[in-house]
């Protein structure tokens, strides 16, 4: 059986840090390009950060980078996202999502819809 879980959201403080976790079950996180999204209220989901299969290169939201750092841990089957800095413009619930062929930049991108798979997503407020 294919799932994927995330964990790790919560109400944070502007400037505050967060740490996301995306455990993969039925399949190895190595072997796939995975990614974390978010959609806020009313707006349409956006890639944020995802990192490729294997020697995993990167690609970042131009709105995160320098403050989020995405990472892979084989042993565990699981994606982190770090955040730091967090704004209140980050509040939203992050899906994590994994694709066995599209590249980082793609799967970020234009071609989020064809991930093969989807968590059920985390809620990430930052909020004073």
């Known amino acids: 059986q294919v799932y994927i879980v995330e964990s790790g959201g919560g109400l944070v403080q502007p400037g505050g840090s967060l740490r996301l976790s995306c455990t993969a079950s039925?399949?190895?996180?190595?072997?796939?390009?995975v990614g974390w999204f978010r959609q806020a209220p009313v707006k349409e989901r956006e890639g944020v950060s995802c990192?490729?299969?294997?020697?995993?290169?990167?690609y970042y939201a131009d709105s995160v980078t320098g403050r989020f750092t995405i990472s892979r841990d084989n042993a565990k089957n699981t994606v982190y996202l770090q955040m730091n800095s967090l704004k209140p413009e980050d509040t939203g619930v992050y899906y994590c999502?994994?694709?066995?062929?599209?590249?980082?930049?793609?799967?970020?991108?234009?071609?989020?819809?064809?991930?093969?798979?989807w968590g059920q997503g985390t809620q990430v407020t930052v909020s004073s």
């Open positions: 999502a994994a694709d066995s062929d599209l590249p980082a930049g793609r799967l970020c991108g234009v071609s989020f819809r064809r991930a093969d798979f």
């Open positions: 039925g399949f190895t996180v190595g072997r796939y390009t």
């Open positions: 990192i490729d299969s294997g020697a995993g290169s990167t």
